[in-house]
């Protein structure tokens, strides 16, 4: 059972757009939620995190929305560079333990 | 600042023989540390987690063990590799703050 469940699996966007990466949880106990970028052959790096008790964080191009009572997050990303092309991984964390959405692989075009 | 180091960074085993990856953080005391596994293209894998020497906590039955023998060093093993233990491997670890750190992570072949 996916404690965490991410969509799309995958996302082409034109350079300059908005790419949007949606999360979705049911466990109640969750208390924070990171989002990790992967590139190709690489460990998975922190990109952004929120707490569930704000409903947004910005920095730089990437947003995190986060709807409580909906028990869903996204990531948002402004002005989408090619550069951005990853995979993008939402999690939550539980206590020790981190339970990860399956990905998005991103595709920016120039 | 700390860092986390794997290795070794790609291995090449035949099926049936044995494995030991290794895991290093430095710069922090006594961190959670994790073991993950990344089938290609797919997501990641909790195998095992460890809050302190000594103690682990298996994720999934499989063919794998983990030990912890010094507060910095997490090490993941097998007695008998097996093909489908092919994959990438990540370890990762948290300190007091919230967020969990992944480290280069080792490709592993098995043939």
């Known amino acids: 059972q996916q404690q965490v469940k991410q969509s799309p699996q995958s996302l082409i966007v034109q350079k300059g757009g908005i790419s949007i990466i949606n999360c979705a949880y049911e466990?109640?106990?969750?208390?924070?939620f990171p989002w990790y970028q992967q590139f190709p052959g690489k460990g998975p790096a922190l990109l952004i995190a929120i707490r569930p008790d704000v409903s947004e964080k910005k920095e730089g191009r990437f947003t995190i929305s986060f709807n409580k009572s909906a028990k869903q997050f996204s990531l948002h990303i402004m002005d989408s560079q090619p550069g951005d092309s990853a995979t993008y991984f939402c999690?939550?964390?539980?206590?020790?333990?981190?339970?990860f959405g399956s990905g998005t692989k991103l595709n920016v075009k120039p | 600042s700390q860092t986390i180091h794997q290795w070794p960074a790609t291995l090449v085993q035949p099926v049936g023989s044995p494995l030991s990856l290794e895991c290093t953080v430095e710069g922090t005391s006594n961190p959670n540390l994790y073991w993950y596994r990344q089938a290609a293209g797919r997501g990641l894998q909790l195998l095992f987690y460890?809050?302190?020497?000594?103690?682990i906590s298996s994720e999934v039955p499989q063919n794998l063990s983990a030990s912890r023998p010094q507060d910095r060093q997490f090490i993941l093993s097998s007695k008998k590799l097996l093909l489908s233990d092919s994959g990438f491997y990540l370890c990762a670890w948290r300190g007091p703050a919230e967020t969990q750190y992944f480290g280069p992570g080792t490709r592993l072949l098995v043939l």
């Open positions: 466990n109640t106990a969750f208390d924070y």
């Open positions: 460890s809050v302190g020497i000594g103690q």
């Open positions: 999690a939550a964390r539980n206590f020790n333990k981190f339970y």
